[in-house]
């Protein structure tokens, strides 16, 4: 059985988890959905910071493969380029001429090529691809990759980054026609790029210790030096999920592994002329490293508050508990207060009943005792007079017959006796009680009914207690009929309430209805003066309580009354 001590506490604990429950649910909630928020707001705007400088940097790509398309074009329409073809065509007598014009032509080339700084070489060719000037040392070009054809139908045109053979390392040529005045082509001009320019490029803008762009082809090879692992151009595939989703034609940015099995937060974007995937990169850790230190910040805030919270809740629950134990301290010694007086009370009432029904019979005693004595005493007493002296003996006799009677009903429902449970059958102690109260009701003119429910389940109780108060209420039922009557015994089950009820109505005097509240306390009888001492439902009541049942009476004058016993189906811890 759990101690006074052990409700408190855990009286103490349920106020501390309800307390934790209201307080924490929507700070964690709050929290939470804060947190999100702000996580991915900064999720989107760093995820679109990366796509922009992937975006812009594609359009600067492209943009500068314009700019060196239209380089090519504006040499190739240079009068000093068409001067030195018509020369070829119409050359002077002077070779010194024609070989003045050579070298003008090539030192313009050379100072195009250090001005741009974007050039490996530039060089000319004729309309079958023979070398005619250079400001490099190429002896042949046609054999590296099919431009050539291309040009000569009329279009400005650029390889994609190959390895050169000529030159031993990867480059591109971006080639135009050499038109006259006709409009006809005489040769072709191409510029060999520098892809060292295209690397500046990329790497112009810092993306943080760890952030990188570079180029890769439609077949996944780096096009640009990487950051990290230099060397892989033309050399190295990779596959990412990156790579694969640009390589498909499409731009945007996502998490993924790169190159190097590290986590990054990755934008890509597609130039279609160039069939290029241009990668923006950089490590996830130092990508969200603002989203990890709000993280960080929220964490520690959270901690921080739950642990005032737990303390603050721990607190206030041992304070409520402590002033509602001093409560309860107060309240259970005003309730003592309150038992003692009214125990006091109930003794003064029980003892003021027991003096008002004994001190009738002792004062019919005293009055026999003087009569008797006065009767003796006389000089000459009569034989009539010792027949009046037995008289009142015997009167006396009835008196203190009924003055034990007073007192054994009193020391009934004062000190009830122990209860002795057992399994018992309701029916059996009902069809012995009918059987010992037949003779004295067919005396009286009374017909006994009996309704009692077969297979009724047995209850844990004392059979003794039982039959006597049952026998109490039959004996007040039948002296309610004294011209004759009848008395209806019955019992159930009520499956509902898992209780065993037994019935018993009479069709006497009855009870008036403002007697029936004070029916059952001490010394109350509607019996006339005399016949009753007013404790044999008082002691019913208490039997019947002390087994945990009720009894409910229903009474209407001059019809009868009817009293219900409920009894619960089992009891195994009654005396405990």
Not at 23 to 29: A, C, I, Q, V
Not at 249 to 270: F, M, P, Q, T
Not at 393 to 408: D, F, G, H, T, Y
Not at 457 to 482: G, K, R
Request: charged share 25%; net charge positive.
């Amino acid at each position: 059985m759990r101690t006074e001590k052990d409700r408190y506490r855990a009286l103490e604990k349920s106020f501390i988890i309800l307390f934790l429950f209201l307080s924490l649910t929507p700070l964690l909630t709050i929290s939470l959905v804060s947190y999100y928020s702000f996580r991915n707001s900064l999720h989107n705007i760093i995820s679109t910071h990366l796509f922009e400088i992937a975006k812009n940097k594609g359009i600067a790509i492209q943009k500068w493969l314009f700019e060196r398309h239209a380089d090519a074009e504006v040499f190739a329409r240079s009068s000093e380029v068409i001067k030195f073809f018509n020369d070829i065509k119409n050359p002077y007598p002077n070779i010194d001429i024609n070989q003045k014009n050579y070298v003008n032509l090539k030192a313009h080339l050379q100072f195009v090529k250090n001005k741009y700084g974007c050039y490996n070489e530039i060089f000319i060719l004729n309309r079958k691809g023979q070398m005619l000037i250079t400001t490099g040392k190429t002896k042949d070009i046609i054999g590296e990759i099919n431009y050539f054809h291309e040009v000569l139908n009329g279009k400005t045109f650029n390889t994609n980054v190959y390895s050169s053979p000529s030159i031993n390392k990867p480059t591109m040529i971006v080639a135009t026609p050499i038109r006259n005045f006709k409009n006809e082509i005489m040769g072709v001009l191409a510029e060999r790029i520098k892809l060292e320019s295209i690397h500046k490029l990329m790497q112009d803008i810092e993306i943080g210790k760890t952030g990188e762009s570079y180029l890769v082809n439609k077949d996944g090879f780096f096009l640009t030096e990487s950051k990290f692992e230099p060397g892989y151009i033309l050399k190295k595939k990779i596959s990412t999920k990156g790579t694969q989703e640009c390589k498909k034609g499409r731009s945007g940015v996502g998490e993924y592994v790169d190159y190097r099995n590290k986590i990054v937060l990755g934008a890509y974007y597609w130039i279609p002329n160039m069939e290029w995937c241009l990668m923006v990169e950089q490590d996830r850790s130092e990508a969200f490293k603002t989203i990890y230190h709000l993280r960080n910040i929220f964490l520690l805030i959270n901690f921080i508050t739950i642990v005032a919270i737990i303390n603050f809740t721990i607190f206030v629950s041992k304070r409520i508990v402590k002033m509602l134990r001093r409560h309860d301290q107060e309240i259970k010694k005003q309730q003592e207060k309150l038992i003692r007086s009214e125990k006091l009370a109930a003794v003064g009432q029980l003892a003021a009943g027991v003096a008002h029904e004994i001190n009738n019979p002792l004062s019919g005693i005293s009055n026999c005792l003087k009569l008797i004595s006065t009767k003796i005493n006389k000089s000459n007493p009569k034989p009539k007079d010792y027949i009046d002296s037995i008289k009142y003996l015997k009167a006396s006799e009835q008196e203190l017959n009924r003055c034990i009677k007073i007192v054994r009903d009193f020391l009934a429902f004062s000190r009830p006796p122990k209860i002795n449970p057992a399994l018992m059958d309701v029916n059996t102690v009902i069809q012995e009680l009918i059987a010992l109260i037949e003779p004295q009701a067919s005396i009286q003119n009374i017909i006994i009914f009996k309704e009692l429910e077969h297979n009724l389940p047995q209850i844990f109780a004392d059979a003794h207690q039982i039959h006597q108060a049952l026998m109490n209420i039959i004996l007040n039922s039948m002296e309610a009929m004294p011209k004759g009557g009848e008395l209806k015994i019955f019992s159930k089950y009520n499956q509902k309430r898992n209780t065993i009820e037994i019935g018993i109505v009479d069709t006497g005097y009855g009870i008036p209805q403002e007697n029936l509240p004070y029916l059952f306390d001490p010394f109350f009888s509607s019996k006339p003066q005399g016949k009753g001492t007013g404790l044999g439902l008082s002691v019913v009541y208490g039997i019947i309580d002390e087994h945990d049942g009720s009894i409910e009476v229903q009474s209407e004058v001059n019809k009868g009354t009817t009293f219900i016993i409920k009894l619960p189906l089992k009891r195994e811890n009654i005396n405990e």
